[in-house]
């Protein structure tokens, strides 16, 4: 096939310099387009939508930085490998938990909860009842150990309850049990009937607790972005490869050529089959697209004239199913304005996103004013739609019933010289800003290996290599407060 043929084509590929093509400007893509033009690769990203940053998205409609996407930063130590950016851009972090495991992004002592009927939870209850749900979750590693075959955390659950009638609760215990499940179920994005016993407490979590960054995660996405060859508006529709070229074809009738791609799109956007593959992806390859799993979680930010709100971290409302219990987070703790942020995951967060940003206003204040009955109305609201955005599709990956264990692995795997990146593609932090960050430096690595490989050494010489390991040592300590 003769690339050169396609209409519209960028012509690249006498270059001096060889050149890649980055599809898609979340923190995965820019890191990888970063690695590759630091490293003086010619290098041209190409991002659907009008803005860089996708599943990070600071708004700034309130008068300050709302993160509509990721907040927090799940693992406040020097070992993130975001650490040394925020360090040097003097980003301040608000720590919600000094705990690393995956359940608790909040620490106990910082949440309020409440019944339906607005009675305050006695924070004895919420305590005996988060020591028995650690529990029943260790019990699960038995049901894990004894079944060679994958089920799902809540089935497990029901079993340990089964074998356990002392863990069982009744009463409003039960409700904030019902709680602590409907948070888990925020972590993962995903329903407990979903979620994989085999895999849930894989992850590899690091060090230091969880985050907030109280400026946004929106600096980093800039710095990052600096001096890059962004094409904002440009939806790839098509990529072909063949003879040591990547064809990329965008929908605005645009093709652009270069010696290799990384796509960095969501898993959502590659399992809707929205982007065609010449020749088509390998059986193995669309069978790790398909296996893994992808979450949804919205949130709706309220803005108020005045706080009413006790000063917590965590709002919470109890009831009898997961999918009913609810949480604001109280942003006026971390950062002085008057927002509360309400989260909502799994088929909560599908359903919240069938009904009109009104209606879903609506209903969160009914939640709210059952707290607070005199909850004032809100001045300004946002509200996300991460299910249903063609651009995401979902908000993050997780293991699903008996998804196989080298999935991430086949994902990632490189087709010769299209390389794969995304927060879905790796498995010791998928789902997390920091994780899809190192997973776009690592695709970056490996394709500047490639190319290297193909060019020869007299090419090599012509390479200034500033690959950035400089930048992996944090220069400042981290800035972290709790107020
Ligand atoms: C509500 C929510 C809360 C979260 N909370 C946290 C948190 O607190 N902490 C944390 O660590 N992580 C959190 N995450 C996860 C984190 O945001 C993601 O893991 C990470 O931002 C993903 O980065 P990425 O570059 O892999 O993907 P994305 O950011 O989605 O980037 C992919 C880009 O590809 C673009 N694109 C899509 N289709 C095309 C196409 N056809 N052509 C060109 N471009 C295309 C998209 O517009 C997007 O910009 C959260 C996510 C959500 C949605």
């Not at 960050?437 to 500047?448: D, P, T």
Request: a negative charge; charged letters at 25%.
């Amino acid at each position: 096939m003769d690339l050169l043929r396609f209409q519209g084509i960028e012509r690249q590929e006498e270059a001096a310099v060889p050149c890649v093509i980055v599809i898609g400007g979340g923190i995965s893509g820019l890191a990888a387009a970063r690695t590759l033009t630091d490293a003086s690769f010619k290098v041209i990203l190409l991002e659907s939508r009008e803005r860089l940053g996708g599943r990070i998205h600071t708004d700034f409609s309130f008068g300050c930085p709302v993160d509509m996407g990721a907040s927090w930063l799940h693992g406040v130590c020097n070992e993130n490998p975001l650490a040394p950016l925020i360090s040097s851009l003097g980003l301040k972090l608000y720590r919600t938990s000094g705990d690393n495991s995956v359940l608790y992004d909040h620490d106990l002592e910082s949440y309020t909860l409440f019944d339906m009927d607005g009675r305050k939870v006695p924070q004895e209850i919420v305590v005996e009842v988060g020591d028995v749900f650690k529990r029943i979750l260790k019990e699960t590693e038995k049901v894990r150990d004894e079944h060679k075959k994958d089920m799902s955390v809540l089935k497990a659950i029901s079993i340990v309850l089964e074998r356990n009638p002392e863990l069982r609760q009744e009463g409003l215990a039960y409700e904030v049990m019902q709680w602590y499940i409907c948070r888990m179920e925020a972590w993962f994005a995903a329903d407990t009937d979903m979620i994989s016993l085999k895999c849930w407490d894989q992850e590899q979590v690091l060090l230091g607790g969880h985050g907030l960054m109280v400026q946004g995660y929106d600096p980093i996405i800039k710095e990052l972005a600096k001096d890059i060859d962004v094409r904002l508006n440009h939806r790839v529709s098509k990529i072909s490869r063949g003879c040591d070229k990547v064809v990329v074809k965008v929908e605005n009738g645009l093709s652009f050529i270069a010696d290799a791609a990384i796509v960095t799109v969501p898993l959502g956007v590659l399992k809707a089959n929205l982007i065609q593959f010449e020749p088509k992806l390998p059986e193995w390859k669309v069978a790790a697209i398909s296996d893994i799993g992808v979450g949804n979680e919205n949130k709706i930010a309220l803005l108020f004239d005045r706080v009413f709100w006790p000063n917590v971290e965590l709002l919470g409302i109890v009831a009898r199913t997961s999918y009913s219990c609810g949480y604001f987070l109280n942003l006026h703790k971390a950062t002085g304005h008057p927002i509360l942020v309400y989260m909502a995951a799994g088929r909560f967060a599908d359903d919240l996103e069938k009904f009109s940003d009104e209606y879903a206003v609506k209903f969160v204040m009914s939640q709210l004013k059952k707290m607070f009955p005199d909850a004032t109305e809100p001045v300004q609201y946002l509200v996300s739609h991460w299910g249903t955005d063609p651009n995401s599709l979902g908000c993050y990956s997780y293991d699903p019933v008996g998804m196989a264990g080298d999935v991430y692995d086949k994902l990632r795997e490189p087709l010769d010289n299209l390389f794969f990146g995304g927060e879905a593609v790796t498995e010791e932090h998928q789902g997390s800003v920091h994780g899809a960050y190192s997973s776009g430096v690592l695709a970056a690595r490996n394709c500047e290996n490639h190319l290297l490989e193909r060019l020869g050494d007299f090419r090599k010489l012509q390479l200034i290599s500033f690959s950035g390991d400089a930048l992996l040592e944090p220069i400042f300590p981290l800035q972290i407060s709790r107020m």
